[in-house]
């Protein structure tokens, strides 16, 4: 979003700009960067158009196959974070 559209908004809804910066973290901080660095690549595979159509499909779905679909997409990114372990790491070592 532009800073520009930022400022409409913000006038429309008789706020100040920095209200929509409230609770971000400081960009200063290497936790701070670790996080935008995440959010940004989040944002670039939403950009994507395969991003947008899972997007736009998922929400086509009811609310109870939604929460359905999430829970399986978990479990598969489950199942490859543990195939994905070095050998011999295993939780219980």
């Known amino acids: 979003v532009s ?3 930022l400022y409409e908004l913000a006038n429309c809804l008789k706020i100040p ?3 929509f910066f ?5 960009p200063e901080t290497t ?7 995440e959010i940004d690549e989040k944002i ?10 899972l997007i736009d499909d998922v929400l086509l779905l009811s609310p109870r196959v ?3 679909v999430v829970a399986l997409v978990s479990s598969i990114v489950d199942e490859e974070m543990e195939e994905q372990k070095p050998v011999g790491s295993s939780a219980g070592s």
Request: proline share 3%; glycine share 10%; hydrophobic share 30%.
């Open 66 to 68: 939604r929460s359905r």
């Open 31 to 37: 936790h701070g960067q670790q996080i935008i660095t």
């Open 17 to 19: 700009v920095s209200r």
């Open 3 to 5: 800073a520009s559209m």
């Open 22 to 26: 409230e609770g971000l973290p400081d």
């Open 44 to 53: 670039a595979y939403i950009s994507t158009a395969e991003g947008r159509r």
